[in-house]
């Protein structure tokens, strides 16, 4: 396994939609979870969510049920992040991370993988 990298960050207008790329090539990754964090300026990091590795368990941050949608392809390795009706306490850099794990886990710390991030800024 290595390092998951993140793309399709980007400035958007409230309302908006985004959607985050994750490529984690290796041979395990179709059989590991794999998870979206994000951390705003001055607060912590957060879960937002999650996906089993056959993608049938996903689990999600409150805030987020209905507008967020997490999903993933393992033949080209990526988990995906669709973001529709976005807010702009939405902005926050966006992390994709991997676990090994059969369930769709929510705790950071079940995460060994961790991508550098990429940058979501949602203007109002």
């Known amino acids: 396994q290595v390092q998951p990298v993140e793309s399709g960050g980007g400035l958007v207008q409230a309302g908006n939609s985004l959607r985050l790329s994750c490529k984690a090539p290796?041979?395990?990754?179709?059989?590991?979870?794999m998870g979206w964090f994000r951390q705003a300026p001055g607060k912590e990091r957060e879960f937002v969510a999650s996906i089993s590795w056959t993608g049938g368990t996903t689990n999600y941050l409150d805030s987020v049920k209905g507008r967020f949608l997490i999903s993933r392809d393992n033949a080209k390795d990526t988990v995906y992040l669709q973001m529709n009706s976005l807010k702009s306490e939405d902005t926050a850099v966006y992390y994709c991370?991997?676990?090994?794990?059969?369930?769709?886990?929510?705790?950071?710390?079940?995460?060994?993988?961790w991508g550098q991030g990429t940058q979501v800024t949602v203007s109002s």
């Open positions: 991370a991997s676990a090994r794990n059969f369930g769709a886990p929510l705790l950071t710390s079940e995460y060994d993988y």
């Open positions: 290796g041979r395990d990754f179709n059989t590991r979870a």
